[in-house]
């Protein structure tokens, strides 16, 4: 069953942090040599150009990750433990409890609308108890929020797409966290293109099923002066021929200390140019809860990094 009856049981939230509608909140995931474990999850407002309100949920899938990518504060805190369907259900519960209690007398309470798995941890690497919560989530009933509206997002775990094509979900959202598009950068920004190079994992996205008018999130950190050049979008828009994809170029927010630095944004802005004069289509993704940690690979607590 993809849900238990003690992770139905109410939990209570450790730690809360707000800016502005943005808000982070951890819950307890049992022990690690002593020290607390959470999960950590972000609800993130969003606005249409109707003015319509909604949120995303960010979630996480494990407490730490064992993916090594270089850039990210999750990957510096190894694998510490793998969620149960049960405990990625309940960030979904709190989420909807929290947005229930700031609710303002009188006006309807707006919902979580779509689900992220870009939170703690590599959501393929977790393979069971994730496709278990997603099932739950899009079931009729307690949660109803259609498999269109929730997106995987991995670092490329081939075996998991592979796996995760046999479900027969061709409407669920997957995105690639790319970062580089040649495999000498790659293999050293993220480890596991060693074992699993470009040209691998772009086959994998090319049987991949999924109805028409899915595309693909292929989420690009810019780093500084590492592949945000003319010829690293060059190398982007090759890898991206053929396959039905959106770019998405996410700032990078250094903790301390970090080893690489963002991107300037006029850098960013000439990368974003250059890939949609290639006939990419490409945006650039504000980043919402840079101070909380919570945007893309900046969650996880620092006092459990490896350093
Ligand atoms: S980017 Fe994703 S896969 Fe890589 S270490 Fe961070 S959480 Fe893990």
Same mark, same amino acid.
Request: with cysteine; aromatic share 6%; charged share 20%.
């Given at each position: 069953?993809?849900?238990?009856a ?22 307890p ?22 003015g ?19 850039f ?12 149960? !369907? ?5 960030? /979904? %519960?709190? @989420?909807?409890? *929290?947005?229930? #209690? ?62 995760? !094509? ?5 409407? /669920? %959202?997957? @995105?690639?966290? *790319?970062?580089? #598009? ?64 959106t770019?998405n ?5 250094p ?5 690489? #630095? ?46």
């Open positions: 069953m993809a849900d238990t003690e992770s139905i049981a109410p939990i209570a939230v450790s730690r809360i942090v707000r800016e502005g509608t943005a808000v982070k909140f951890c819950l995931a049992g022990r690690y040599k002593n020290q607390l474990l959470e999960t950590e999850s972000v609800i993130i407002p969003m606005r249409n150009f109707h319509d309100r909604w949120f995303t949920l960010c979630v996480s899938s494990q407490v730490g990750c064992r993916m090594g990518c270089t990210c504060q999750t990957g510096m805190m190894g694998l510490l433990s793998n969620l149960t !369907s049960g405990q990625i259900l309940q960030q /979904l %519960r709190t @989420a909807r409890e *929290l947005l229930r #209690a700031d609710a303002t007398d009188g006006l309807p309470i707006p919902d979580i609308r779509n689900i992220v798995f870009m939170g703690m941890g590599e959501p393929l690497d977790n393979f069971d108890a994730v496709t278990q919560a997603i099932s739950a989530m899009a079931a009729p009933g307690e949660f109803n929020i259609p498999l269109s509206r929730i997106t995987v997002s991995t670092v490329g775990r081939v075996d998991g797409i592979r796996k995760l !094509s046999a479900m027969n979900w061709p409407t /669920l %959202r997957l @995105a690639v966290s *790319l970062t580089a #598009a040649t495999d000498s950068l790659r293999n050293e920004l993220m480890p596991i293109n060693k074992a699993v190079p470009l040209a691998q994992l772009r086959q994998a996205l090319l049987d991949y099923p999924r109805t028409g008018r899915t595309r693909f999130l292929i989420e690009y950190v810019m780093l500084k002066d590492v592949n945000d050049s003319p010829a690293d979008a060059e190398a982007l828009a090759r890898w991206c021929e053929a396959l039905p994809v770019v170029l996410i700032p990078y927010n903790q301390n200390p970090a080893r690489f #630095a963002p991107s300037e944004s006029e850098t960013t802005v000439a990368f974003l140019t250059h890939l949609r004069k290639l006939g990419i289509l490409a945006k650039r993704r504000a980043t919402i809860g840079q101070p909380l940690m919570a945007a893309c690979g900046q969650l996880g607590n620092p006092a459990l990094r490896r350093g």
